[in-house]
C-alpha cells in the first residue's frame, strides 16, 4: 500500500490540508502535484490498495478545470480515494461532489470526503490564518477516524457528499493579476504559473482569456510588481463581506 497526495493547490493552503490528513495515514507521502502543466499525468496509476488523498480548491463552487482534466488522464485501477474540497469561508457548492463524479469516473473508490475552511486566495482577510492549528488538529482526527474505518472495512463504497447537478455555472471572475513597472522579468511567475497564462517571453504580461485567477504569481513574485484592480477587488470584497464574516466548520463525509 502506497499513500498519495494528489493536489491542486496555487497559494498553498490546499496542501497544507491535505498534507496534514495524509500523514495520519503513518507512511511515507509520495506528492503529485496537479499545478504543473508539462507534467504527462498519463503516467501515473494506482493500485487497489493505495490511498490517494485528492484535493483541491473550490473556484465559485466547481473544481478548477485544470485539475478535472489532469485527474482524468489518471489510471486508477481500484484505489481508494479522499476527495477533499478547500473554500475559503464562503461555501464550496458542487465542488466536492464534482471531484468525487471525476474521481469514480476514472476508477478510485471514494471512501471518504471532507470539506476544509482555509484563508481566501484572493480576499485573504476572509478565513485570515486558516487552516490553523485547530483546524489542522481536527483534519488529523478526521484521517484517523478514514484510517479506522478502511481498516474495518466500513468504510463505503462510495461516499455521498452535498452538491447538485447540473453542476452550477462558474465563467470565472474578473479578477485577473496585472503586473506594473517594477516586474523585473525574472519570468518566475510564467514559470510557475498552472495553465500557462504567462508568457515566458513577456512576464509582465498576462492572457486574461486564460487566466483562472489562482493568485499565485501575486505569492511569488519577488519584486511584488503583480497586483490586482483595487476598485474591482474593493467591490468585490464588499460583495462577499456579509456570507463570509460567519466562521464556517470543516467538514467529513463517511456514511
Known amino acids: 500500500m502506497s499513500v498519495y497526495t494528489i493536489v491542486f493547490s496555487p497559494t498553498g493552503g490546499t496542501k497544507k490540508v491535505a498534507d496534514r490528513l495524509a500523514a495520519a495515514f503513518g507512511q511515507e507521502v509520495q ?13 501515473y496509476s494506482f493500485r487497489a490498495d493505495d490511498i490517494c488523498v485528492v484535493a483541491v480548491p473550490s473556484y465559485g463552487g466547481r473544481v478548477p478545470a485544470p485539475a478535472i482534466s489532469r ?4 489510471s486508477a485501477n481500484g484505489a481508494k480515494a479522499i476527495p477533499v474540497t478547500v473554500y475559503g469561508n464562503r461555501a464550496y457548492e458542487d465542488t466536492l461532489l464534482e471531484l468525487r463524479d471525476t474521481l469514480i469516473q476514472a476508477g478510485f473508490h471514494c471512501a471518504a470526503a471532507v ?11 476572509f478565513a485570515s490564518g486558516r487552516p490553523n492549528q485547530a483546524d489542522l488538529e481536527e483534519l488529523e ?16 463504497e462510495q461516499v455521498n457528499v452535498p452538491g447538485n447537478t447540473p453542476y452550477r455555472e462558474y465563467h470565472g471572475i474578473p479578477l485577473k493579476p496585472r503586473a506594473d513597472e517594477t516586474c523585473i522579468g525574472c519570468g518566475l511567475c510564467a514559470e510557475k504559473c498552472p495553465v500557462g497564462a504567462i508568457p515566458a517571453d513577456a512576464p509582465s504580461q498576462t492572457n486574461t482569456e486564460l487566466c483562472i485567477s489562482c493568485m499565485r504569481c501575486l505569492g511569488l513574485c ?20 456579509q456570507v463570509c464574516s460567519t466562521l464556517k466548520k470543516n467538514e467529513l463525509f463517511l456514511n
Open 141 to 156: 482526527q478526521f484521517a484517523l477516524q478514514i484510517k479506522a474505518a478502511m481498516e474495518q472495512n466500513s468504510a463505503p
Open 71 to 74: 485527474l482524468a488522464c489518471m
Open 31 to 43: 506528492e503529485i502535484d496537479l499545478t504543473i502543466p508539462a507534467t504527462d499525468y498519463n503516467r
Open 115 to 125: 470539506a476544509a475552511v482555509a484563508e481566501h486566495s484572493v480576499m485573504r482577510q
Open 222 to 241: 519577488p519584486a511584488q510588481a503583480r497586483s490586482l484592480d483595487k476598485m474591482i477587488l474593493a467591490g468585490a470584497s464588499q460583495k462577499l463581506e
